[in-house]
């Protein structure tokens, strides 16, 4: 980073000598040995729970759904005025029907699963291609397809709700349709040749050209890799196929080898064909800490000594870089940098929820006070900056010093997955630290 501020930060919460106090945001010594309190980690899980239940849910539930055409609205404005005659996001719905769906499966409330079940009624009614497979990216309010290219992104993310959906309900339809996906990815989006996947196909799943690619510059991107990881490890949970066992292990193993640069332990955004790297060393902070917990829950989930081992390495290693160059003073996680020092300054929420995530799990791993402090840490902040009092639910963006930037409450992108995902693997987490084992 350019700021000499940052540098000093950066270099010596890296190191250990200084922790930041929670309260002032002051620098103070980090005590050796230092034992992380049962009554701390309590009150993180007891926040985090009361959120997803008392306010992520409950918004969703209320606000979104569509009596009129079905399936949800696609645009809920900054005011909570819905845009009726917004095209609708496959995206969206899938998001929301891995977050019902999980949410039945760990506090068996009715209500959500009759969401659940809405959402998976939209998907395959609505968004399910009956020629090719696989989903439409959007359709029009009339149901008619509106963007009908397969972006991989999207189909993970098909697999992701519908495997959790079978998880919480065990209804085999839906399972086959995730099982049907991953298929039809293993055909047309595996690269044989250098390994890994494209991310852009048409709608007959053939590749499209890179310059159709709405991931970014390149063939191949670390998002649609780090979330084809987490959709996998979903899928082999409710399935243990053999080869999806074997096409998650060798997923893993190239996401270890080519999209993690091994000198700066940042994410490699966008890569060609044959994993030459594409762009200038952007970092997206968010991404980083995300696949930080994803890489090591994908490795146990597979079973794989070795994998687990070399997944924790790699876990750590992106942690400590990230809690020493992305995350502010506050305890906010800043959206993007690049060799030159921060590109977008601003804290968008989902960083914030797998920041939570990912250091909490690095604790998990190490048993270092100080990833459990940056995990509080960033809950507080969540907290502080992220609930929406007004309205619910969680606000999408705050500038650097936490002034709410005026966004739409609901789009394809902005959704209930990151936040209640944040909420159900804290809870899971602290009942596993605390000796209860995982949560139910």
């Not at 649609?224 to 080869?243: K, M, Q, V």
Request: glycine letters at 10%; a negative charge; proline letters at 6%.
């Amino acid at each position: 980073m350019n700021n000499p501020k940052i540098a000093l930060i950066a270099m010596v919460i890296a190191t250990g000598s200084l922790a930041v106090c929670p309260k002032t945001g002051a620098l103070e010594p980090t005590p050796a040995g230092a034992k992380v309190a049962r009554a701390d980690m309590a009150a993180l899980a007891a926040g985090a729970e009361q959120e997803v239940k008392g306010d992520i849910l409950p918004f969703w539930l209320k606000y979104t759904r569509n009596p009129e055409n079905g399936g949800f609205y696609g645009f809920i404005d900054k005011d909570m005025v819905v845009h009726k005659s917004s095209q609708r996001g496959g995206l969206l719905t899938c998001r929301i029907l891995w977050t019902f769906s999980a949410a039945y499966r760990i506090y068996h409330d009715p209500a959500y699963l009759e969401m659940a079940r809405y959402a998976y009624r939209d998907l395959v009614d609505h968004f399910w291609d009956p020629d090719n497979g696989g989903l439409f990216w959007s359709i029009a309010v009339d149901g008619t397809p509106k963007s009908d290219f397969k972006l991989i992104y999207l189909q993970t993310f098909g697999i992701y709700g519908l495997s959790e959906y079978y998880r919480a309900t065990g209804e085999k339809p839906a399972l086959e349709k995730a099982i049907a996906i991953y298929n039809l990815i293993e055909e047309h989006s595996r690269d044989r040749k250098n390994g890994g996947y494209f991310d852009a196909l048409d709608r007959k799943w053939a590749r499209i050209s890179d310059g159709e690619n709405r991931m970014g510059p390149g063939p191949k991107s670390q998002n649609s890799h780090i979330h084809i990881l987490e959709g996998y490890t979903n899928l082999l949970r409710a399935w243990p196929d053999a080869g999806l066992r074997a096409s998650q292990h060798d997923l893993a193993e190239m996401v270890i080898r080519h999209l993690i640069d091994p000198k700066t332990h940042h994410l490699i955004l966008f890569t060609a064909d044959d994993w030459t790297p594409i762009g200038l060393g952007e970092v997206s902070y968010g991404h980083d800490i995300e696949l930080s917990w994803l890489l090591v829950e994908a490795a146990k989930v597979l079973g794989d000594p070795a994998l687990i081992a070399g997944a924790k390495t790699v876990s750590l290693d992106i942690a400590r870089v990230t809690l020493a160059e992305g995350v502010d003073p506050d305890g906010g996680v800043v959206n993007d940098g690049g060799p030159g020092g921060y590109t977008d300054t601003n804290k968008d929420w989902w960083p914030q929820a797998e920041a939570a995530i990912g250091f909490l799990n690095a604790y998990q791993l190490s048993g270092d006070p100080r990833y459990f402090e940056a995990s509080r840490r960033s809950w507080d902040y969540i907290e502080a900056k992220f609930v929406d009092r007004v309205h619910g639910d969680w606000i999408e963006e705050v500038t650097r010093d936490g002034t709410p930037v005026p966004r739409p409450k609901v789009t394809v992108w902005k959704c209930p997955y990151h936040s209640s995902r944040c909420c159900f693997e804290l809870v899971d987490r602290v009942h596993e630290l605390m000796g209860a084992g995982p949560a139910p």
